[in-house]
């Protein structure tokens, strides 16, 4: 198993879509947090808050228990928006998990988000820095720091996409 953590807009959307290029299957933890959001009955401009009340709830691995459910006994899998070192412990008790970060620089982060347009991203650059410090919060820097593999994110989409079939690549050669 490949977990992937990345601040909002590092690119871990662009890993992900390599990893299914590269035949695997992918859990978004994200996709969790929005379902229970809906769940709840909030909007998903809400999301953040609901990912504290379930951390708050179940712990600081409370998305990875609530993703165990959805786990596939696949050899090739990718577990998409790790947030704290917490959830990759969780993970570890069904996989030998290979933690990579992906890295950007705040400012490329923001446009980035910016030109997605999500419906639970900030528009406005303190926001989006709030966001960061409720993540880093949650143990987001942690896990980077923890990361086996950490990739750079601060060329283009094609760079980046290259780097990431790189990594694929390589580690497909040596599992």
């Not at 490949?2 to 695997?24: E, H, L, Q, W």
């Not at 009340?53 to 993703?67: D, H, V, W």
Request: glycine share 6%.
């Amino acid at each position: 198993m490949i977990c992937v953590v990345g601040m909002p807009g590092s690119g871990k959307n662009i890993f992900i879509n390599t990893a299914r290029d590269f035949g695997y299957d992918i859990i978004v933890l994200g996709d969790i947090v929005r379902e229970e959001t809906l769940k709840r009955r909030y909007s998903l401009k809400d999301s953040g808050k609901v990912a504290e009340m379930l951390r708050k709830e179940l712990g600081k691995a409370a998305i990875a228990r609530l993703a165990v459910d959805k786990l596939k006994n696949t050899p090739k899998i990718v577990i998409d928006g790790i947030r704290s070192y917490e959830e990759v412990k969780e993970f570890s008790r069904y996989y030998d998990c290979y933690l990579v970060a992906i890295h950007s620089s705040p400012n490329k982060r923001f446009k980035r988000v910016l030109k997605r347009g999500r419906e639970d991203d900030p528009e406005l650059y303190d926001e989006f820095l709030e966001r960061d410090i409720r993540e880093l919060n949650f143990g987001l820097g942690d896990a980077i720091a923890l990361a086996d593999k950490i990739i750079i994110n601060d060329s283009d989409i094609k760079d980046f996409q290259e780097k990431c079939r790189k990594f694929f690549r390589e580690w497909e050669e040596n599992v």
